[in-house]
């Protein structure tokens, strides 16, 4: 297919970057040319598909740990990268390798090429990142599963283009508003767009005119739907800082004692969704799946950059919470550490709900620290402290758009017994995690 393009992982990751002028482009007529040229690899892999405003990387994370532990090797794509942009591409837990990411990518750039030529212009970064994916699982790895998590929305996210075993949606809050519709109904309705014919749906929806949306759709459809509080639920939840314990119970069976360590009550509900998904592929497509394991897989679960403890005195805490949601369930977390004081350091992009998003947070900071992530699209400090500063109820609040300086600030000033939360963008979590790696946990 024409000259070698790239030879490095570096040249592949620019070339994939440099798409990023293309926007988002919705709809799936160009992942579909592009899949007709390869000859349709997605057809012979099965998969699970994810969408959701949050919570889908931890469900990704719960039910692939499961699997795994059953002898299933199991793919998975998810978004954005926490520490190299090959997370995003894994089998078991392992990144794709450079010499697999560059030669699918030297397939894929005269395909690109050939595409811009047509109506349909060249392919967005977000497509050429899936196809990538799909040929990856297609050609060369081959998984007996993948948990397959949208980019954005679901109906024309360039994920919807396969047919899965079984469609998932963890939740529904407001966020990319600007694509997915302003209000729940409409978001519902976009995610709702992974609900494929007589294919099972998992639902962990709350909000009655959200949940209505989908479970229409799945009528429709033809597709039985596992509802959180209604076909499965969780009861006697104990839910503490080092995780959780709860009963889940569905229409197939009830297991006690569940135990995660990812932290919150938010957490609780995605596993009970990971839970519910792993029986429905028990059910229906007889996955060999042992009690055991289900305890184990959950228990061990761990999900980098969600309320991760990443230093021990002062506590510091990074959390990806980025849109009002992620906040309350943020807010509601910490309720559940003890601590002196509470510094808050903070950076959003300019295309969240950025006041919905302070709302839960400010009144529990004794210090704010506003400040920005190193990215295009990151919200000016600035501003940010004039929505803050007309929320009201902060106690202190800095500003400084440097967040090395911004982190730093936070834990020198930090006592023994005070709580350090880092949030509001994964960009930022990103850069905070490598940073704190590489300059407080060297031994």
Do not use: C
């Not at 160009?30 to 892999?45: A, K, T």
């Not at 007589?198 to 509802?227: C, F, L, N």
């Not at 029986?279 to 679960?301: H, W």
Request: aromatic share 10%; proline share 4%.
């Amino acid at each position: 297919m024409g000259d070698i393009q790239v030879k490095t992982k570096e040249e592949v990751i620019n070339w994939i970057h440099g798409r990023e002028k293309l926007g988002i482009k919705p709809g799936l007529e160009r992942m579909e040319w592009m899949l007709e040229r390869v000859g349709h690899p997605e057809r012979h892999l099965k998969f699970v598909h994810v969408a959701g405003t949050n919570g889908k990387g931890s469900t990704v994370s719960f039910t692939s740990q499961v699997l795994r532990r059953n002898g299933y090797t199991v793919g998975t794509f998810t978004s954005p990268y926490l520490i190299d942009f090959t997370n995003r591409i894994q089998v078991n837990g392992e990144d794709i390798s450079e010499e697999d990411l560059v030669e699918i990518v030297n397939q894929l750039i005269p395909l690109a090429k050939e595409l811009e030529q047509t109506e349909l212009g060249g392919p967005s970064e977000f497509e050429v990142v899936t196809m990538i994916a799909i040929l990856y699982f297609g050609k060369i790895s081959k998984p007996d599963i993948i948990i397959w998590e949208t980019g954005l929305g679901g109906r024309l996210d360039s994920t919807n283009v396969v047919y899965p075993l079984v469609s998932v949606i963890t939740n529904i809050g407001y966020d990319h508003m600007e694509y997915l519709g302003d209000d729940l109904k409409s978001i519902a309705w976009e995610k709702a767009g992974i609900i494929k014919s007589g294919v099972p749906v998992v639902s962990g929806v709350e909000q009655d005119e959200a949940k209505a949306v989908i479970h229409e759709v799945a009528k429709a459809k033809r597709a039985t739907i596992y509802q959180f509080g209604e076909q499965f639920s969780v009861v006697k939840n104990k839910i503490d800082y080092s995780g959780s314990n709860f009963d889940f119970k569905d229409v197939f069976l009830t297991m006690p004692n569940i135990e995660i360590s990812l932290i919150g009550a938010h957490q609780v509900k995605n596993a009970a969704v990971a839970l519910m998904t792993l029986e429905v592929l028990r059910q229906f497509y007889a996955f060999q799946i042992e009690e055991d394991s289900v305890y184990s897989g959950m228990k061990y679960t761990n999900w980098p950059g969600r309320l991760e403890k990443i230093l021990e005195e002062p506590l510091v805490i990074l959390d990806g919470a980025h849109n009002p949601d992620g906040a309350t369930s943020l807010a509601e977390a910490i309720q559940l550490f003890e601590y002196k004081r509470l510094i808050l350091v903070t950076g959003i992009l300019k295309d969240k709900a950025i006041q919905g998003f302070y709302q839960p947070l400010v009144p529990l900071a004794d210090t704010l620290i506003i400040t920005e992530p190193e990215f295009p699209r990151a919200a000016k400090a600035e501003e940010v402290a004039e929505i803050v500063h007309s929320i009201g109820g902060a106690k202190k609040v800095l500003v400084n758009a440097n967040w090395k300086e911004a982190v730093n600030t936070a834990i020198r000033e930090a006592g023994k017994e005070d709580l350090v939360i880092i949030t509001g963008s994964l960009y930022m979590i990103s850069d905070v995690r490598k940073y704190i790696f590489e300059y407080y946990k060297k031994s």
